[in-house]
């Protein structure tokens, strides 16, 4: 055994598990456990990635200039208060570790996303979990846990893994219950998918206040998971402290590259949606026909309701024996449900068949 001792908190994180890809002794038919994006990354994007070999003994541009002025065109924002990271992931622990520390609270909602008190724990800081109703989160009990010790409340919308979203109105009424002293991080990874019109992924609300900011992701409707690549928009006074805090080149050059030319084809971008608003709707029908229980979602995954813990693995299973590869989600207090990312036309479709054939049989 090692004399040396950890921060407190860190040896009460349980780590965190990606989605399988792999099926011990089969090819998989499809991943469908990680929300990647379906159509998988834009050929210009694949281009300029490409391009970028022949620089890759040259350090990447530390600011990233050229992607956050691209991410400021594409979504009218303001370069300057844009904050690159790799992936959405780092941009949030960067946030937590400048913003809590022991004895502090990390808050978020029932089953937001792992890595929200995951981060928290890393810090030696306590994350504190208020309950949904009905798969969704619930603004009266997350302002209900805020105490004098809560310094983050971190809001998956849309969520993951559930698919729900609160409205706008609702996401202002839970900021307008916070002290302006506690900063609100609204994680919109997938935003890009939602077309409600009551929905707003958080820029508006980080224009009119100075403890908000949003974060996003090219790993889901871009499709450069492999790349790990994320960006923040927030207030002049947190881009300058994640400036400070984050490390001088932090997110490498053809990650900067394929994340420019992915914003520019824009046809790719709407194919991915086009895809997702088909067979999203599509999938939760043929399911609740054969009895299953996906939850309205509006991300490019559904969580299905088996019923028990058991079905739901024996569901897994089946889906497995056939190549097609789910997310089991009991780390996050479900183990009745799977998680399933909405794929192409033909991975669809083979889930539904698989499921079938699995109600049939059981």
């Given at each position: 055994?090692?004399?040396?001792?950890?921060?407190p908190?860190?040896?009460k994180?349980?780590?965190?598990?990606?989605?399988?890809?792999?099926?011990?002794?089969?090819?998989?038919i499809?991943?469908?456990?990680?929300?990647?994006?379906?159509?998988?990354?834009?050929?210009k994007?694949?281009?300029?990635?490409?391009?970028?070999?022949?620089?890759?003994?040259?350090?990447?541009d530390?600011?990233a200039?050229k992607?956050?002025?691209a991410?400021?065109r594409?979504?009218?924002l303001?370069?300057?208060?844009?904050?690159?990271?790799?992936?959405?992931?780092?941009?949030?622990?960067?946030?937590?570790?400048?913003?809590?520390?022991?004895?502090?609270?990390?808050?978020?909602?029932?089953?937001?996303f792992?890595?929200?008190?995951?981060n928290?724990l890393?810090?030696g800081?306590t994350p504190?979990?208020?309950p949904?109703k009905?798969?969704?989160?619930?603004?009266?009990?997350m302002?209900?846990?805020?105490?004098?010790?809560?310094?983050?409340?971190c809001?998956a919308?849309?969520?993951?893994?559930?698919?729900?979203?609160?409205?706008?109105?609702?996401?202002?009424?839970?900021?307008?219950?916070?002290?302006?002293?506690?900063?609100?991080?609204?994680?919109a990874?997938?935003?890009?998918?939602?077309?409600?019109?009551?929905?707003?992924?958080?820029v508006e609300?980080?224009?009119?206040?100075?403890?908000?900011v949003?974060?996003r992701?090219?790993?889901?409707?871009?499709?450069?998971?492999?790349?790990?690549l994320?960006?923040?928009?927030?207030?002049?006074?947190?881009?300058?402290v994640?400036?400070?805090?984050?490390?001088p080149?932090?997110?490498?050059?053809?990650?900067?590259?394929?994340?420019?030319?992915?914003?520019?084809?824009?046809?790719?971008?709407?194919?991915?949606?086009?895809?997702?608003?088909?067979?999203l709707?599509?999938?939760?029908?043929?399911?609740?026909?054969?009895?299953?229980?996906?939850?309205?979602?509006?991300?490019?995954?559904?969580?299905v309701?088996?019923g028990?813990?058991?079905?739901?693995?024996?569901?897994?299973?089946?889906?497995?024996?056939?190549?097609l590869?789910?997310?089991?989600?009991?780390?996050?207090?479900?183990?009745?449900?799977l998680?399933i990312?909405?794929?192409?036309?033909?991975?669809?479709?083979a889930v539904?068949?698989?499921?079938?054939?699995?109600?049939?049989a059981?």
């Open positions: 055994m090692t004399a040396l001792t950890p921060r908190g860190i040896m994180i349980a780590p965190y598990v990606p989605g399988k890809d792999s099926v011990d002794g089969k090819e998989p499809a991943k469908l456990s990680s929300n990647e994006g379906a159509l998988g990354p834009s050929p994007a694949m281009a300029a990635y490409a391009k970028a070999a022949a620089d890759l003994h040259r350090y990447p530390g600011g200039e992607l956050r002025h991410i400021g594409h979504f009218g303001d370069p300057a208060r844009i904050v690159c990271g790799a992936g959405s992931d780092e941009i949030l622990n960067l946030l937590v570790r400048a913003y809590c520390g022991p004895g502090d609270e990390l808050l978020y909602s029932q089953f937001g792992l890595m929200y008190p995951i928290a890393g810090v800081a504190v979990a208020a949904e009905d798969y969704r989160t619930d603004v009266d009990a302002l209900a846990r805020v105490t004098p010790r809560t310094r983050i409340v809001l919308n849309p969520n993951n893994p559930t698919g729900s979203y609160i409205t706008k109105d609702d996401v202002r009424r839970l900021h307008a219950g916070l002290p302006k002293e506690v900063l609100l991080v609204i994680d990874a997938y935003a890009e998918y939602v077309s409600r019109n009551d929905y707003e992924s958080g609300l980080v224009d009119q206040a100075e403890n908000v949003m974060t992701t090219f790993s889901k409707i871009f499709g450069l998971g492999g790349l790990r994320g960006w923040m928009y927030g207030p002049a006074g947190i881009v300058d994640m400036s400070r805090l984050r490390q080149f932090n997110v490498n050059a053809a990650a900067q590259a394929a994340g420019v030319a992915a914003l520019a084809d824009i046809a790719h971008t709407d194919a991915s949606r086009t895809n997702n608003d088909i067979w709707p599509w999938l939760s029908a043929e399911l609740t026909k054969l009895g299953f229980t996906p939850r309205p979602s509006v991300g490019n995954f559904v969580l309701g088996f028990s813990k058991e079905r739901a693995q024996a569901a897994n299973d089946w889906l497995m024996k056939d190549g590869i789910p997310r089991m989600v009991a780390g996050y207090g479900m183990p009745d449900h998680r990312t909405i794929g192409t036309e033909t991975e669809v479709r539904a068949q698989s499921l079938k054939a699995f109600a049939a059981r």
